[in-house]
């Protein structure tokens, strides 16, 4: 580690350790069960090797990691020690507060098909697919980095093993997705959704399994932290139930029996967003608080769903139907 902070303060002594650059991004491919340089490598694709290497030599001298030959072949295999494995929930507290404080719209500096791709890979609803060998073919346009401008992708799903390819595997493609690299981050990272995206032709699928993609690849909103967390820690411990609930013009603010409060974004739930104060105010709880009803809206929300950052999962169609029943349109027209 380079040059410490000087106090013997505990935060202190932690971001000597997870402050670095890159270090929380290193550990967070770890944390996803990646123990090899070029699997981490893959992860970080803007980090130069040579400082992925001195990192791994750092962490490992700060006892975070442990290193090893591996059993076949050149090279080491890389290990959370019980002191590495302990930063998780710091790791994925990060995610969780970038979900909810940072902002959802990605910079077009920031988009990487190559982080996507792997990103995906390590993300796909195997239980979901079938079980013959299934290859989607990627062409992303809108590429920000570099001198092309559009890329293609292939992944192979076989035997429950993924894998994603730069080049053509000569596989026959079961799915061809067609999609602006900005709008299919968007949809992927639970920002934007899906079935507007195909409506504004910003996503298109074809192939005869295409109703099946959005489960295999969580496309409907489920991984809000896939690039940050890993959900499985999420699990609750007891249900989360409302005991009171307020709405203004920006948030929705939902207070738990537990003493918890939930502040999430009005434009989450753009039915709450277009009603009047009356209509929001007309809210009751079901059962013993697990979900919220907005009776003169037909709206309904899980408690659950907020605390995993799930935005409405109302397609564009259906809203502009609601919207037609009270006599106006998403642009605002009578």
Not at 108 to 126: C, F, I, K, Q, T
Not at 129 to 158: N, Y
Request: charged share 25%; glycine share 10%.
């Amino acid at each position: 580690m380079r040059k410490g902070y000087g106090q013997f303060c505990p935060v202190a002594k932690a971001a000597e350790v997870i402050g670095d650059r890159w270090n929380p991004l290193v550990l967070r491919e770890m944390l996803y069960g990646n123990r090899y340089f070029n699997d981490i490598s893959r992860g970080v694709p803007l980090m130069s090797r040579a400082l992925l290497a001195q990192r791994l030599k750092e962490l490992e001298k700060a006892g975070v990691i442990i290193s090893h030959d591996k059993e076949t072949g050149q090279g080491h295999e890389y290990l959370l020690t019980p002191a590495g494995e302990a930063l998780r929930p710091l790791i994925e507290a990060m995610g969780v507060w970038a979900q909810q404080w940072g902002s959802e719209q990605i910079a077009p500096e920031d988009l990487d098909d190559a982080l996507l791709m792997w990103g995906m890979r390590r993300r796909v609803n195997l239980e979901a697919v079938p079980a013959q060998k299934i290859v989607l073919q990627f062409d992303f346009r809108g590429l920000t980095r570099g001198r092309k401008t559009q890329r293609s992708w292939w992944m192979v799903i076989e035997d429950g093993e993924v894998d994603v390819c730069q080049k053509d595997p000569g596989f026959e493609v079961d799915i061809l997705i067609s999609a602006d690299l900005s709008a299919f981050t968007h949809v992927w990272m639970g920002y934007a959704d899906l079935n507007l995206a195909f409506k504004q032709g910003t996503v298109c699928f074809e192939g005869n399994l295409v109703r099946q993609v959005p489960n295999w690849l969580y496309l409907n909103g489920e991984w809000r932290y896939g690039m940050g967390i890993d959900n499985s820690t999420l699990t609750l411990e007891t249900e989360p139930l409302a005991a009171q609930v307020r709405v203004t013009d920006e948030q929705l603010i939902v207070d738990l029996i537990d003493g918890r409060s939930l502040i999430v974004p009005l434009s989450w739930y753009p039915r709450l967003l277009r009603a009047s104060q009356a209509e929001r105010q007309n809210w009751q709880l079901l059962g013993d608080g697990y979900a919220i009803e907005w009776v003169d809206l037909d709206e309904h929300i899980g408690v659950e769903g907020l605390l995993a950052g799930r935005h409405s999962g109302e397609s564009h169609d259906s809203y502009e139907r609601w919207l037609a029943t009270r006599g106006t349109s998403s642009n605002g027209a009578v």
